[in-house]
């Protein structure tokens, strides 16, 4: 699934697990190709009567806030609408938004006045804001909704339909998980994966040593995103130094046998929200791991894991 070519070496190294050790590695001598599905696998839920707009499947849902809004799209395998560009969201609007407002993937949570979409990508110019928006009002908007075609900075806490967008399947719900490295025997793994938003996964020992949250997917998938899911109760501030690993043993992910998703350094996750992150190139493998130092320990409700299933690997 993967290929690497060294010119200085001269050597051509195909990865039948798609793991590439050139990807991501910075050596400039070396060049990676990764295929790229198109989309993860999965198609919505057909009860919840999603709509395709220029090739997404969007559904509006009934939400008590806009931390709300996050959890219900996560329930279908979606996430919040991020804004993308001004031109989409214009289209998406006017198919999806035909009267009153809906809280998109758009929040400034983490830091004021830095808006960040829900799939972790800092927004730019592209977002079409009404006039004199963003402007924090009582300094109290951190959330966005979309009206009249245009977005605004909003309260979180106010009852708002969500505009979901839909990924694709989760993958990790309901596998098998396990938590090592924790001290606590309160924990339990499965809550971190078991698709309710208000059961959370819990290893604050705070001792020495790292954590570690295994999902056998119980197959070989190449993963793209995941998405994290914070919880409304506390803890946000441990959402930091956390790296997600996809590989194919499920304890050794050293050397080949596994590649890093993504490494997220700085905190990443408001309180009682659900935000996607891209892997930095797809990986490929049947164990998905998150790792954190034991003393910030793991403080979040759900794990969801997006990708494609390789029907040929084992
Ligand atoms: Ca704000
Ligand atoms: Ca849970």
């Known amino acids: ?3 690497d070519f060294s010119e200085s070496e001269q050597r051509c190294t195909f990865y039948s697990q798609g793991v590439t050790s050139g990807a991501g590695t910075g050596r400039q001598d070396v060049q990676s190709y990764v295929w790229r599905f198109p ?3 999965g ?28 959890m219900t799209c996560f329930r279908d395998g979606s996430i919040l609408f991020p804004p993308i560009s001004a031109d989409i969201t214009a289209v998406v609007a006017q198919a999806m938004v035909v009267n009153g ?15 960040v979409r829900s799939d972790y990508v800092v927004s730019d110019a592209e977002v079409p804001w009404q006039d004199d928006e963003p402007n924090n009002r009582r300094g109290n908007q951190h959330c966005t909704d979309l009206f009249e075609g245009q977005v605004r900075d909003v309260g979180c806490g106010k009852a708002r339909p969500a505009l979901c967008l839909f990924v694709g399947k989760n993958l990790a719900q309901g596998k098998p998980s396990t938590l090592t490295g924790h001290s606590s025997d309160s ?5 971190g994966n078991d698709g309710d938003t208000a059961t959370y996964l819990e290893s604050a020992s705070h001792s020495d040593g790292v954590d570690k949250f295994v999902i056998d997917l119980g197959a070989t998938y190449q993963v793209s995103s995941v998405v994290f899911v914070s919880r409304p109760d506390c803890c946000e501030q441990n959402n930091r130094d956390t790296s997600v690993h996809v590989g ?3 304890r050794n992910f050293g050397g080949k046998n596994a590649a890093t998703c993504v490494k997220l350094e700085e905190p990443f996750l408001p309180r009682g929200y ?7 190139v797809p990986v490929t493998g049947r164990y998905v791991r998150v790792q954190r130092p034991a003393s910030v320990g793991m403080d979040f409700a759900e794990l969801g894991v997006f990708g494609n299933r390789l029907s040929n690997s084992g």
């Open 1 to 3: 699934m993967a290929f």
């Open 39 to 41: 989309r993860p696998d």
């Open 43 to 70: 198609t919505p839920p057909s009860a919840a009567n999603y709509q395709q707009v220029q090739g997404e499947y969007l559904v509006v849902k009934p939400a008590n806030s806009f931390g709300d809004g996050a």
């Open 101 to 115: 407002f809906v809280s998109i993937g758009l929040d400034d949570m983490l830091e004021e006045g830095v808006f």
């Open 187 to 191: 924990s339990v793994p499965s809550r």
């Open 248 to 250: 194919n043993h499920p």
């Open 274 to 280: 659900a935000r996607l992150f891209r892997c930095e």
